[in-house]
């Protein structure tokens, strides 16, 4: 169908019958459906939840790539946060005495 498309596209406003351009028009047969047995679906099910629990493997160890560590290092910081408020409170109180 593209390349009666085309032609017509070259030819211009010039009236193409079909008939005449048969030849050039390829007609496909069409793909008769196939059929599965059961043991074909219940293996291309099993395919997809293997697939689908490698994804989420490699998904959950990226995610421990990257949270852990950031993980860590906010943890630091909340450490040194909390220690210079204990030596504020500390130098705070002396100061008042």
């Known amino acids: ?3 009666f498309l085309a032609m ?3 030819i211009g406003s010039v009236y193409l019958s079909l ?3 048969r030849g050039r028009l390829k007609m496909s047969k069409p793909i008769p459906p196939q059929l599965a047995t059961k043991e074909m679906l219940e293996e291309m099910i099993a395919e997809v939840y293997t697939t689908h629990e490698v994804m989420m493997d490699d998904i959950y ?3 421990d790539e990257i949270y852990y560590p950031i993980d860590s ?3 630091w910081i909340h450490k ?3 220690n210079i ?3 504020l409170t500390k ?3 002396l100061w008042r005495d």
Request: glycine content about 4%; proline content about 4%.
């Open 1 to 3: 169908m593209a390349d």
């Open 8 to 10: 017509a596209d070259e």
């Open 19 to 21: 008939p005449q351009y």
């Open 61 to 63: 160890r990226r995610l």
């Open 73 to 75: 290092r906010i943890g």
């Open 80 to 82: 040194f946060v909390e």
């Open 85 to 87: 408020k204990e030596r």
């Open 91 to 93: 130098s705070v109180i």
